[in-house]
């Protein structure tokens, strides 16, 4: 199993970036999908889910109206693009996979992360 995030790096604030997560190994269409974020010393955040199908989403308060998380089941990959990017976004990015739907939910796969940084 894999996945493998990219699109991460370095963004004036204001400014965008579309991050990318790649699945294999797992049937992508029956897993509902996530990102999260850290940065050092906290503890990952959630950022933003997607339903199986794609029909439901959720974000996070922070980024409501600014994310957009999406899927394409053809391609096994998920997307989250960023706009009106802030300082305060800048973080480890990591996608995520789970089975369950809901707040709290355990995740059965992460990619490896990827760097986001916004500068002021």
């Known amino acids: 199993v894999q996945l493998q995030a990219s699109g991460g790096g370095l963004v004036q604030a204001g400014g965008s970036l579309r991050l990318a997560c790649a699945a294999s190994g797992i049937p992508f269409s029956s897993y509902h999908m996530a990102w999260f974020r850290q940065t050092p010393g906290k503890e990952r955040e959630f950022v933003a889910r997607i339903s199986s199908s794609g029909a439901t989403d959720y974000y996070t308060h922070s980024v409501r109206g600014r994310f957009t998380i999406s899927r394409d089941n053809a391609r096994n990959t998920v997307t989250l693009q960023m706009n009106s990017l802030k300082p305060e976004d800048t973080a480890v990015y990591y996608c995520?996979?789970?089975?369950?739907w809901g707040y709290g939910v355990g995740y059965d796969y992460w990619g490896q992360g990827t760097q986001v940084t916004v500068s002021s």
């Open positions: 995520a996979a789970t089975r369950n």
